[in-house]
């Protein structure tokens, strides 16, 4: 099986743009939650979607948002970026649920 | 929600050595997980483990749910054995994984 793919790999954008991430699950997992991890907060979870529905949400502004397409492909969108939003995003994705979660490689983005 | 603290924050070892890392949680949890980063970022899921005991090659790992704590075993280690090593844990009432801070692990040949 196909392991989790995160595109794009890496970014750079500057302050007040917006940025699109995109993650691919595994094939017949249909959760998928993202995180976003920075030096300085650690792992935090950012949402959880499954069968197209948000689930569960963590403590972030609105300009976080995400969305889950038929096939469970996620996108996530940040818009009007901050310099405090330059991290790596990563995506997990099980089959039912929070159970074991495989990850993504991740998408580093700089803002600038 | 639920608090999750790992130690040692910081491990060097010598290839060879074993060494226990563990992982502390503040409330009752229905999931708990063991991750290995790698140097490039990438998270490996080591154990899914609630409760109980697991093995898998030169690790193992010990969840006691009543006391609140898990560990993982780490043997014979080796070079690429180093990276970080995260818990992250979950209940009912707070239905999203909360990770620690992570134990650094550096095995030196």
């Known amino acids: 099986k196909a392991g989790v793919t995160q595109t794009p790999r890496y970014l750079i954008k500057t302050r007040g743009q917006q940025v699109t991430l995109s993650c691919s699950p595994i094939s017949g997992h249909r959760s998928v939650s993202w995180y976003q991890q920075t030096p300085g907060q650690g792992l935090q979870f950012l949402f959880e979607y499954f069968s197209e529905t948000q689930r569960n949400k963590g403590n972030f502004p609105g300009r976080f948002s995400g969305r889950q397409f038929s096939n469970s492909r996620s996108e996530m969108n940040v818009s009007t970026l901050e310099l405090g939003d330059s991290a790596l995003y990563l995506c997990?994705?099980?089959?039912?649920?929070?159970?074991?979660?495989?990850f993504g490689p991740g998408t580093r983005l700089l803002v600038l | 929600g639920i608090q999750v603290e790992q130690s040692p924050p910081d491990l060097i070892l010598q290839e060879g050595a074993n060494s226990t890392l563990r992982c502390n949680f503040s409330?009752?949890?229905?999931?708990l997980q063991w991750f290995h980063q790698n140097p490039w970022g990438q998270l490996i899921n080591l154990f899914y483990?609630?409760?109980g005991t697991k093995q898998n090659g030169r690790l193992s790992a010990t969840t006691v749910a009543t006391e609140r704590y898990s560990l993982l075993y780490i043997s014979s280690s080796q070079t690429t054995d180093s990276g970080v090593y995260f818990c992250?844990?979950?209940?009912?009432?707070?239905?999203?994984?909360?990770f620690g801070t992570g134990t650094r692990l550096l095995v030196s040949p």
């Open positions: 409330d009752s949890v229905n999931n």
């Open positions: 992250a844990a979950m209940n009912t009432g707070f239905q999203k994984l909360v």
């Open positions: 997990a994705t099980s089959s039912q649920g929070l159970e074991t979660q495989y």
């Open positions: 483990i609630p409760s």
